[in-house]
């Protein structure tokens, strides 16, 4: 036997057991309201993915009509960078693919599609790939299997599939799958259930999972339900590591992809989700007890759509690979392989 792993202990008799669906839309809708604050200027580097997190999770909660629409397609319109094609995460920042991925999918959330430049969107992508077939997150070459996933969502989001070389797309990504199941961020780095989500969501949306043997989906299946721990029920994102609500997004969504979701303790997951609810402000934060922010937020009520703990008149279904309200991937009409 192994020692056990790190985590933290709930006291789950007297622990949020309700989803506060309306805190977490004040919160939401409230969060970033003041511009001229210290903490805005300097989340400015992050504020596309904000939005999206934002709009997929007021969305997920029957709310998206607390959102003024045309602000935000504004807002994304002046993060374009004319000159490359991608999207900044805030005007006058440079483009990267992490933010151009949340830009195209809040105007597919919104069904403003018809604001997309699609030919320099494509081609802007295109010139990210190199010749292993990985690609830059942008003009300074950092290479992860993050960036390979933003590419190939943002061109199924547009339909665009055949722009890049998706053979080696695809040879670079399994280069990154390590002895124990996992995929790390290049060839030979540590598992992490945040790139493994990467991976298995790119192999997922070319439709090439079979690139991963039998055994091999075994063993990254049992990698990923070995994530929860005993005494909180909360997932962490690599050994030894501390639980954090947003693994409930990452490792779930990936056991979805497998056709393994019923490998995990829901019950004991959805109370650790709910636990870490704060409720005086709404929101998630990473742990119970701790300062809840957008990105947990919607992590936690992801991983609670997965679970299918509440019907969806109280949370919408969400799409495993896309992290987007299924009825808008429907709305596309976009495939993907589930196992
Ligand atoms: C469409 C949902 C969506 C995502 C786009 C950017 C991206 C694609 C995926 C990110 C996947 C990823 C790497 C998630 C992990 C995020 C995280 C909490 C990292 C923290 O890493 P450490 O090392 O944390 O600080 P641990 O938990 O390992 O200690």
Redesign the pocket.
């Known amino acids: 036997m192994g020692t056990p792993q790190r985590d933290v202990t709930i006291d789950y008799a007297t622990a949020q057991k309700e989803l506060l669906i309306e805190k977490h839309c004040a919160f939401l809708t409230g969060y970033g309201q003041s511009h001229s604050t210290y903490q805005y200027g300097v989340t400015d580097y992050l504020r596309m ?1 904000g939005i ?1 997190w934002l709009c997929t999770c007021l969305d997920l909660l029957h709310s998206l009509d607390k959102i003024d629409r045309n602000y935000i397609v504004d807002y994304i319109q002046k993060c374009h960078d004319k000159t490359t094609g991608g999207y900044a995460p805030a005007p006058n920042h440079d483009s990267h693919l ?1 933010y151009t ?2 830009a195209v ?1 809040i105007l597919v959330q919104l069904d403003r599609v018809d604001m997309i430049d699609k030919e320099s969107l494509c081609s802007y992508i295109k010139q990210l790939q190199q010749e292993d077939g990985s690609f830059f997150g942008d003009q300074w070459g950092e290479i ?1 299997t ?1 960036f390979s ?2 590419a190939i ?1 943002c061109l199924k989001l547009i339909d665009s599939l055949h722009t890049v070389d998706i053979d080696r797309a695809t040879d670079f990504i399994m280069s990154c799958l390590n002895f124990d199941g996992g995929f790390g ?1 290049i060839p030979g780095a540590e598992s ?4 493994i ?2 991976c298995l ?1 790119f192999l997922s949306l070319v439709q090439r999972l079979d690139r991963i043997d039998l055994s091999t989906r075994n063993m990254l299946a049992w990698w990923l339900c070995e994530r929860q721990l005993e005494n909180s029920g909360g997932l ?3 050994p030894e ?2 639980p ?1 609500v ?2 409930s ?2 490792v779930l ?1 990936s056991l979805k992809i497998l056709g393994k979701l019923q490998w995990i303790n829901s019950e004991k997951l959805s109370k650790f989700i709910l636990a870490a609810q704060d409720d005086e402000t709404g929101g998630c934060a ?1 742990r119970p007890g701790n300062i809840p922010d957008p ?1 947990h937020t ?2 936690g009520v ?1 991983g609670l759509s997965l679970l299918k703990v509440f019907d969806e008149n109280t949370i919408k279904q969400v799409n495993p690979v ?3 309200p299924e009825y808008v991937i429907q709305r596309r009409g976009i495939t993907m392989q589930l196992l």
């Open positions: 993915s999206y992490l991925l949340s999918q992860d993050r996933f933003c969502a961020c992490h259930a945040g790139q989500y990467c969501g962490n994102g690599r590591k501390l954090d947003c693994y997004w990452w969504a990473d990105f919607l992590f992801t896309l992290c987007m």
